[in-house]
Each structure stands twice: as structure tokens, then as C-alpha cells.
């Protein structure tokens, strides 16, 4: 098993190689694996080499080719991962907070950068979220309630039965279960007091499913 620092100048080599064709300098090894001297650069280099990771040109300055990358991580690189994500799980970040989902109003009249909602990391680790206070009470069935903030994964496209942001008639936006028949659109509210609407599928734009919740009791 490679080192530490053998494990990141081989990847870092094979990352500006992939990037510009060229080896990188020893200035930017060192920088990279932060060391000092351009001799603890060669120290490395040669155990690559020797190791069958790295293979020098010849004629050519400091022109490396890598032959092959490593199967397994240094227990220190594991380690320092392992602590970065779980740092990453317990800190919050923010997305932009696009206000209130009303009938009437189109996403893009309510989006305000200038707005920030902050939620914990993991509910929005994988792709691009925005939030939503909820107004009304047509989600109710599924625990959606007036003030409620929801959290919203952007996407222009659902599944049956999932629970999305539609713009009716690039007017109206409003969050409900989806289901696409034929040439139509039903959008379903999640209370008894409501009835579904049934919309040709030109008119509705989905744009984005329901990934979380956050309610604040005041």
C-alpha cells in the first residue's frame, strides 16, 4: 500500500496530466503533497517508480507517465475522509429560499437569491435544492401543513405519484402528487376537501419533487 503522500502525488500527477497533457512542475507537486523541497519530490517520485505507478520519459523534462493507480486508500487517507464526511453530515449549508407556493405565482416571480434558508447537509447532498413555505392546506393527508417549509429537488420530470412543484400555465405554481395519463397531467391534492385537476400535459411544467420538510413550532 502506498503512503500518504506517495497516494496523493500520484493522483494529483494524473489529474494535471488528464487536465493539460503535460506533467505537473515541482512547484506544484510540492504544494500539492506540502513539501518543502523538490528532493522529498524526487523521494516520492522514485518510489512510484519503482512501485510501477510512475514511468519516466526519457528526453523529456520532468515527463512522467502514470501506469496505473492504486486499488486501495492509505488507512490515513480513509481516516481523514471518514472525518471530513462526518463533519460535512453535521454542519448545514443554505439554498435559496424561493417564498411562499401560492396559486397565481410562477416560481420564477418568487425566486430571490437575496434569500437563504439553511438545512442540515445530508438532505441536500445530491443535486440542486431550493425550499418553499407552504401555503394552503391541499397537501394535509401527507403531513404537509400551512407554514410548513418544504425542500424541493430541482427536476423538469417525475414519476407517477411523486409529490412535485407544477407550473399550471407558466402562471400557477403549486406542489401536488403528479400522475401522467396519456396526453394529460392529474395533479393531486392530499385532502378530501379538494378535488384532483386533470390538465392537458403541455400546460404543466414540473419543476422540481419534494425531498424534505422542516416545521418550526412557534
Known sequence: MLTEKQYKLLLFINKVIKETGCSPSFDEMKEAVNLKSKSGIHALIEALVERNFLKKLPHKARALEVLRLPKLKPSSIIE???????????????????????????IEAIANETEKFAVPYEMVSRGQFYALTIEGDSMVDIGVLDGDTVIIKKTDSANNGDI?????????????????????????PKNEAYEPRRLAASRVKVQGILSGLIRTYH
Open 164 to 188: 412535485v412543484v407544477a407550473l399550471v400555465d407558466n402562471s400557477e405554481a403549486t406542489l401536488k402528487q403528479f400522475r401522467k395519463e396519456g396526453g394529460e397531467v392529474v395533479l393531486i
Open 80 to 106: 481523514e475522509e471518514r472525518k471530513r464526511d462526518e463533519a460535512l453530515k453535521n454542519s448545514m449549508v443554505e439554498i435559496p429560499l424561493y417564498g411562499k407556493i401560492a396559486a397565481g405565482t410562477p
